[in-house]
């Protein structure tokens, strides 16, 4: 049991502080990042604009399916809206991965960096909104950040870092479950890619209270952050050993 906890704890300070020579160096603590941005997107678009999600596909195919059953409290537009928002997002990530050089650096930097432009317009819709969310703007809100989730999705899956998906759990629990009597790979950072969506969601639900501009606004922020930090370690060598495909 100890040898277990040390192995976990190992694990979890390697994800958050990666050793020199990783295979994929910088790239873990900021994949967490964006998965607590993940948690942040949709508690805004679960709680303010109409029980429909723009990261998590699983649910919001489901909540389509309820909506169209005729269950109250559920939208079928909205939904079909996250969906092809999300959808041309991820259409749209994997075009710009696969145009660019195979440097996976410079590459969720780029990302990031678009990401911000999609929140910063939803941002702005929420501001011109003064908060209050009708037609006029939920929609806009729901494609905007649809297609920031979308792309997100696309280029984290291209660089392939294991148990870092920063959208889906579903397997990373599984492999938690399902490994817990073996010796499980990674156990830390699955716990930690765990903790990032709660910690995410908790946020931006706490966010929520004094407004959506605010829990964007943090978003926002938690993106030009990650995509300075990108940039500049990118740049801090020609080739970096992690930046190969």
């Given at each position: ?18 050793p020199k ?203 030009v952050t ?20």
């Open positions: 049991m100890r040898t277990r906890t040390r192995e976990l704890l190992a694990d979890a300070a390697h994800t958050l502080v990666p020579g990783d295979r994929h160096g910088p790239l873990p603590p900021l994949m967490l990042g964006l998965t607590v941005v993940t948690g942040l997107v949709d508690a805004v678009s679960y709680l303010a604009l109409g029980h429909v999600f723009v990261a998590n596909m699983t649910g919001n195919v489901v909540f389509l399916g309820f909506a169209l059953a005729g269950a109250q409290g559920l939208s079928a537009p909205a939904s079909a809206s996250a969906l092809a928002a999300f959808l041309a997002g991820a259409a749209a990530g994997g075009r710009f991965g696969t145009g660019r050089p195979a440097h996976r650096g410079r590459l969720l930097a780029a990302t990031t960096a678009l990401q911000a432009l999609l929140v910063a317009g939803a941002l702005g819709v929420a501001l011109a909104a003064h908060d209050r969310v009708g037609a006029a703007a939920q929609y806009p809100l729901i494609v905007l950040l649809g297609l920031a989730m979308g792309l997100q999705n696309a280029v984290v899956r291209r660089l392939g870092v294991p148990d870092l998906t920063t959208t889906v759990l579903t397997m990373t629990l599984t492999g938690l479950a399902a490994d817990s009597a073996a010796a499980a790979p990674r156990p830390g950072r699955r716990i930690l890619s765990v903790l990032a969506m709660f910690l995410g969601a908790l946020v931006g639900a706490a966010l929520l209270r004094t407004g959506i501009p605010l829990a964007l606004g943090v978003t926002l922020a938690l993106l990650a995509a300075v930090v990108l940039w500049r370690l990118s740049a801090s060598a020609s080739t970096p050993h992690w930046a190969a495909q």
